[in-house]
């Protein structure tokens, strides 16, 4: 007599059948969906110890693949990602650097060979990440009003473009041989008008990305809508009345430059597809799928999802206002880490998309570099002390006290 069929989760067919359907939720999802990511695969726990419940240990999972019990040449990446994601890069903090003036935004390039910063006036700095973080680009920026919004690198590492409180995004080459670069003295920083020639003084950008082709430039801004400019036609493709208040982030979702996402003060998050927008379609709102739940105070401060590589996007980082980097678990929703040391807002910050190195950049001034091991009696570390005798606060003080 054969046995009982048996299901997918091990259980008879039909103790399977009479289990009612867990219902579809968004937060369901994403964990699952996280978990497959960022927890070891299937064949790695059934080579490692099958159906016991604890933390996998590197030394396990190591030991599996050598013996051949995980039924491949290596790690799967969700194997890879679940090693990684153990390391959060809370040693240090190391300088990077450090202006007399608020560093707004911070980015490593996709290769994470690069790191981009930029600061409240007309700077811009390129460091080299595997050189030491050396000085790779000093730019100075043309027609920057109060600070640098957005910074955005290109997909081949070649152009820079940058925004500011205008309507002109500007693009530089940061690969050619001169280390510094002054907007149209020693180097053409060449503008894309998003009015096409039309004054507006009032215009202002606050976020812009790269297409994944390098083909086209997208930006939110002030006017509570989405442009996006066609670098080869040299003009706007696309405008998108896209949210009820300033538009402060959005990007491309994929390869193919059709799915849009964007984020507003109207604390909406909002995906558009392109193919269905029309100017023949009714003025109201277009959007494939809208997301509420947050809030926005005081500043754009951005938050980001940790590497997919390293972590398989198991957390979630942020700066804030409380002068820390915080760190979630998607999955559980917890606070994880928080990262203090600056002595004002953190603004942005971003995470190596390979190795477990976080740089965070503040209004006091410093752009500082986070790892997940580090001696504690390496002198290098910045200590609060430091912070204090700053440029930036003999010149300003902490902009939190009044």
Known sequence: MRGARRSARGESSRKAAGREVEPFTLCGEMSHLTRATSEPCRRARGAAFARRARPFSAYELVSAREAGRAGGAGFSAADRA???????PTKGP?????VESEAYVSQFSADGSLL????RGSRIRVYDAEKGW???KDISC???HWTVSDIALSPDQRFLAYASLTPIVHIVNVQNAGKESHANITEIHEGLDLTGGDEDEDFGIFSVKFSKDGKEVVVGNNEKSIYVYDLSANKVSARIRAHKADVNAVTFADETGNVLYSGSDDSLCKVWDRRCLSGEKSAGDQSVATYRGHSVLRTLIRCYFSPVHSTGQRY???GSSDKSVHIYDVVTGEAVKRLSWHGSIIRDCTWHPYYPTLVSSSWDGFVARWEASGD???HSVLVADEMRGSPYYRRYGDPLVM
């Open 134 to 136: 050396k000085i790779h």
């Open 316 to 318: 979630i980082y942020t």
């Open 376 to 378: 504690d009696d390496d």
């Open 94 to 98: 190391w300088g990077v650097d450090d």
């Open 82 to 88: 679940y090693l990684g994601r153990q390391h959060i």
């Open 142 to 144: 043309r027609s920057v």
């Open 116 to 119: 981009i910063a930029g600061f």
